[in-house]
Every structure is written in C-alpha cells, then in structure tokens.
T-cell receptor, first 112, second 114 residues
Framework: QKEVEQDPGPLSVPEGAIVSLNCTYS??????FMWYRQYSRKGPELLMY????GNKEDGRFTAQVDKSSKYISLFIRDSQPSDSATYLC????????????FGSGTQLTVLP | DSGVTQTPKHLITATGQRVTLRCSPR?????VYWYQQSLDQGLQFLIQ???????AKGNILERFSAQQFPDLHSELNLSSLELGDSALYFC?????????????FGEGSRLTVL
C-alpha cells in the first residue's frame, strides 16, 4: 500500500463548478501538506502549503487537512478552463523538501 | 517560468545505451533534486544534492548516478537502459532551507527507450 493515495481521475467538470480533490495517507508523522499543479508538458508548481490540521484559503482555492482522518482536500471554487491540469498532493514529516512524498495526481479538465 | 532549466527536452535511445540529463537550478538555489515520473508510479524521488554533496537518496537504481558540479548544475546519468526506464525525469531546486516544501521544477526531460 502506498503511503499517499490519490484518485487518478480523470475528473471532468463544467466551468463554474466546485471541484474537490482528495488524498489519503497512512503515515501519521506527516505534518506539512502541499498541493502542486502540473500543466501538460510542464513541471509541477506549488499551489498551496499548509501545516498540520485546518483550512487555508487563497483566492478560489481552499486546502483542508484532517489529520485525525489522515485526509486532505483541495477545493476549487468557480472553476475555470485554465484550472485544467493534474493536481498532485504532497506531504512531509518535516518542512524539508527532500522528505516529500507525492500522490500520483488527479487529472482535472474544466469544460468551457 | 520556474528558473530551472533542463536539457534535453526529449531523448530517444535504445536499450543498453547510456544517457546524461542536465539541470541548471534557479539562481541562488543550492539544492537539486531529481525525480522520475511515470504513469504507473507517479512522481518518485531519486536523489538530492546540496552544494555539491549528496544529501539524500530515494528509489534510485544502481544503474543511475548523479552529481552536482561547483557551478551547482547537476547531471543525472542513466546507463544500461531498459524499456522500463522510459519516463519523464524532472529536476527541481530549492534554497535548501528548512520549513519549506517548495520545490521549483524544470519542464522535464522525456526519455523514450526503444
């Protein structure tokens, strides 16, 4: 069993929809949680970064962490075609980038 | 643009061959990471260098090796290539400080082994 599980999708939604992307994990030592966005033929880029449990909002994006359930989510409000990408969750027991464990990514398409 | 440069973008070679992938990190970043991304395995950490020294190893095969040079660019050498080595290879850099999970990724080198 992988340490981080992520539904690969693909997920297709109409423009304006609310999108929910999720990851589960098994390592209770994870404290830092990230979401990376990867456009086609590009490298991943950091989208959201949270520490421990709770919510973090940045514009149309909200990241949620529930450590008791070992479950993290990324919500996208008012989704746009430009949000079409693969979203990878990543997590680490420390703040160190070298200890990051990535999910396999969820491919999202927002239809105009 | 992340500031991380990877060459070549595409590479096609045959089984048993050897290739070298090159990475130039963001200006000022001391850490370089190499990742392999395939459809079935996702993004897998291979190895990290910090200021010329190996800092951490992940799931890197013995046929693979890397180094970071004094000018901080890095090379990933893949030898005795097998069909299963076909993948996207990403280089990422960071400042190397703690308390940050932010990696800056290049656009990747797509390796096809025939």
């Amino acid at each position: 069993q992988k340490e981080v599980e992520q539904d690969p999708g693909p997920l297709s939604v109409p423009e304006g929809a609310i999108v929910s992307l999720n990851c589960t994990y098994s390592n209770s030592a994870f404290q830092y949680f990230m979401w990376y966005r990867q456009y086609s033929r590009k490298g991943p880029e950091l989208l959201m970064y949270t520490y421990s449990s709770g919510n973090k909002e940045d514009g149309r994006f909200t990241a949620q962490v529930d450590k008791s359930s070992k479950y993290i989510s990324l919500f996208i409000r008012d989704s746009q075609p430009s949000d079409s990408a693969t979203y990878l969750c990543a997590m680490s027991p420390s703040g160190s980038a070298r200890q990051l464990t990535f999910g396999s990514g969820t491919q999202l398409t927002v239809l105009p | 643009d992340s500031g991380v440069t990877q060459t070549p973008k595409h590479l096609i070679t045959a089984t048993g061959q050897r290739v070298t992938l090159r990475c130039s990190p963001r200006s000022g970043d001391l850490s370089v990471y190499w990742y392999q991304q395939s459809l079935d395995q996702g993004l897998q950490f291979l190895i990290q260098y910090y200021n010329g020294e190996e800092r951490a190893k992940g799931n890197i095969l013995e046929r693979f090796s890397a180094q970071q040079f004094p000018d901080l660019h890095s090379e990933l050498n893949l030898s005795s290539l097998e069909l299963g080595d076909s993948a996207l290879y990403f280089c990422a850099s960071s400042s190397g400080g703690t308390n940050t999970g932010e990696l800056f990724f290049g656009e990747g080198s797509r390796l096809t082994v025939l």
